[in-house]
């Protein structure tokens, strides 16, 4: 039986063990898999002060990493293996909070490249706060794996 959010399904655990257990980067930013479906993935990190600028708002590079990996996360879950071609991130409103989340939505998958929007948001008191937008293009690499649910 697989959870509401998918955690339990095979392709959440492989992301897990690929995207996170396996990168150091991905550890030290704390980075957790929130939820997990083929074609729609959504990660969040706790807002440290070590991820913030001299303004005390998060970084605009820790907004970047978020919609980066999200978007190849959410194309990996249909595709397999990929790398980030290219993304076109739009900063909406300052990013102020005790936790980011992002949720990235495949919009067409094709054999050379995977096109993801993703969606930042800033979580304070229960309030989400949505604080980027991104366009991706991923493309796949290597051997196709079963990273579907």
């Known amino acids: 039986m697989t959870t509401r959010n998918g955690l339990d399904s095979p392709g959440a655990r492989l992301l897990q063990e690929r995207g996170i257990?396996?990168?150091?980067?991905?550890r030290s930013m704390g980075t957790r898999?929130?939820?997990f479906a083929a074609g729609v993935v959504e990660i969040e990190l706790d807002l440290r002060p070590d991820l913030t600028q001299h303004h005390g708002q998060a970084h605009g590079a820790v907004l970047g990493y978020l919609a980066d990996t999200v978007?190849?996360?959410?194309?990996?879950?249909?595709?397999?293996?990929?790398?980030?071609?290219?993304?076109k991130l739009n900063f909406l409103t300052a990013a102020r909070g005790e936790l980011l989340w992002a949720r990235g939505e495949v919009l067409k998958a094709g054999r050379r490249q995977v096109i993801v929007r993703a969606d930042v948001y800033a979580s304070q008191g229960g309030q989400d706060t949505h604080v980027a937008t991104a366009l991706?293009?991923?493309?796949p690499v290597g051997e196709r794996t079963d990273a579907t649910v």
């Open 21 to 26: 257990d396996a990168s150091a980067y991905t």
């Open 33 to 35: 898999l929130r939820s």
């Open 71 to 87: 978007s190849a996360w959410a194309a990996a879950s249909v595709a397999g293996d990929v790398v980030t071609s290219e993304y």
């Open 136 to 139: 991706a293009t991923i493309a």
